[in-house]
Structures are given as C-alpha cells and as structure tokens.
C-alpha cells in the first residue's frame, strides 16, 4: 500500500533529472504530490518527466531548466511553483555535485568556488526565495541534502565537505527563525548512496576498477552494502509530510550507520 502523505502538495525538488532528486520525485508521484522539477540539464529534465509519466499518468509535473547558483533563475523557478500551484508546501533543496579530489593545497580554485557555488549559495538562494511563501501560507517543510560530508571529514574533498557542513548549519537557523510559522527545516546526510555521482566518485577512486572501490568500501559499513535512492526519497517523503510536524533543525544521516564507526573497524 502506497502511503498518501503528501497528496496534492505543491513540492519543488531541484537537482531532479537523476539520483536522488529523481527517486524523490518518483516517491512523490506516487503519492500524489504537486511537483516542481528544476534541473539545470533539460534534455535529462524532460527525460526524468517522462519517465515518471509513464509509471504515474495524472502526475501533475511542472519541469523547469535553472542553474540553482544563478540567483535570478531560482527566483524563477520558485515563481513559476507558485503560478502553476498556487503554493510551495514543500521545498527538497537536493541539487549538488561532488567537485573533484584532491587535498586542500592542490585543489583547484575555480572548481572549489563552483561547488561553493553550487552547494551553499544554491542552497541558500532557494531557501531564500522559498521561505517568504511558506512563511505567508503559515506552513512548510524544506529538506536540504546535507551529506556524512557534512557532519564528519572526507579525505580530498575539502569544498564538499566545507559546503555540506555549510548546510547543516543553515538548517539549523532557519529551524530557529521559522518554525513559529509553521515551517519546518530538516537536512538529510546520505552516505555512499548507488546514485550517478557516487558511482563517478568511484571512478576518480579507481580508474581501472571503479566496481571494486564500491565493493571495497561497502565493506566497511555495518551493513555491508551501499544504500538504494528509493531508501533515501522515503525519509524524504515522510520530512516533507505532516507526520514530520515536529521534527525540527536536524541532520539526519541515511547511511546504514557508518558515521558512528571510528576509523576503519569493520
């Protein structure tokens, strides 16, 4: 039985082509949500549409091409959510990328200010442009996706982890300035989730053998697995429900448990 949370609530997810922002977008649709697709790639986007049409025919999806760094086009895409559903319920701030490795010395500048770019003012932008609707409508919930980059280091990847510790933070304001109107804001922190961009990470890690990396560091996770997309848009789904009315501010990490291991145990 498929759990109606959010019916006919108007809900922007960004980064929505691929990944995580597409499984959300699937679980969504499945309930019966309003949804606002916002990718910056519109032959992914239309792609991602389609797809959930073909499982979900009364789908009501609205798709939108915005680079979520680019303050005016979120203002847009967060305008065109309101004229085609009259309200943002609920708003899942996902769009982001991984950058490259290396260490904090020999990282390149320009791409650390692009997933500076990306991550936190991206973030921000559309929590800026979300909120005074939500704060008019007197509800709301926002999910940011943090990541287990954003509550404990990864080697190499300085500007990720940078911006999702970022994130978290944010969250924690704006839990702190908004919930006396009715809005909720809650961060998600994947970790190694099955997702397009894990599996890119993998390649950077080993090139020849990019499937034995991900073997390799299942292993390490008490569940001995990476986690599945559908496994994350669930918690997704239930922080952008009502049911999640008083959960509050938090980073909630989805990955099978790792982050509480110290060092390499196994």
């Known amino acids: ?20 922002g597409l499984a959300a977008a699937q679980e969504l649709a499945a309930q019966g949500a309003q949804l606002t697709l916002v990718d910056y790639n519109e032959k992914s986007l239309e792609e991602a549409k389609s797809t959930l049409l073909k499982s979900f025919p009364n789908a009501e999806i609205l798709t939108v091409v915005a680079d979520v760094s680019n303050e005016e086009a979120v203002k847009k895409y967060v305008e065109a959510a309101v004229k085609a559903y009259g309200r943002i319920d609920g708003f899942y701030n996902n769009a982001g990328i991984e950058g490259k490795q290396a260490s904090i010395t020999e990282y390149d500048v320009q791409v650390f200010k692009k997933v500076i770019d990306i991550n936190l003012m991206g973030v921000y932008y559309g929590m800026r442009y979300v909120l005074p609707v939500m704060q008019q409508q007197q509800y709301g919930r926002i999910v940011n996706v ?27 304001n704006a839990a702190l300035e908004y919930g006396k109107f009715g809005i909720t804001t809650n961060a998600i922190a994947p970790g190694a989730i099955l997702t397009p961009m894990v599996a890119e990470a993998f390649k950077q890690v ?13 292993q390490r996770n008490p569940t001995k697995r990476l986690g599945l997309p559908h496994e994350v848009a669930k918690v997704v789904a239930f922080l952008l429900s009502e049911d999640a009315a008083y959960v509050n501010g938090q980073t909630i990490a989805i990955d099978g448990g790792e982050s509480n291991m110290y060092g390499n145990a196994s």
């Open 146 to 172: 943090a990541s287990v980059g954003g509550i404990r280091g990864v080697l190499n990847q300085t500007p990720y982890v940078a911006s999702k510790h970022a994130v978290s933070g944010m969250t924690k």
């Open 1 to 20: 039985m498929i759990m109606q949370q959010v019916k006919k609530s108007s809900i922007i997810i960004t980064g929505a082509a691929m990944g995580l």
């Open 206 to 218: 080993n090139p020849a053998d990019p499937k034995g990396a991900e073997a390799e560091y299942a």
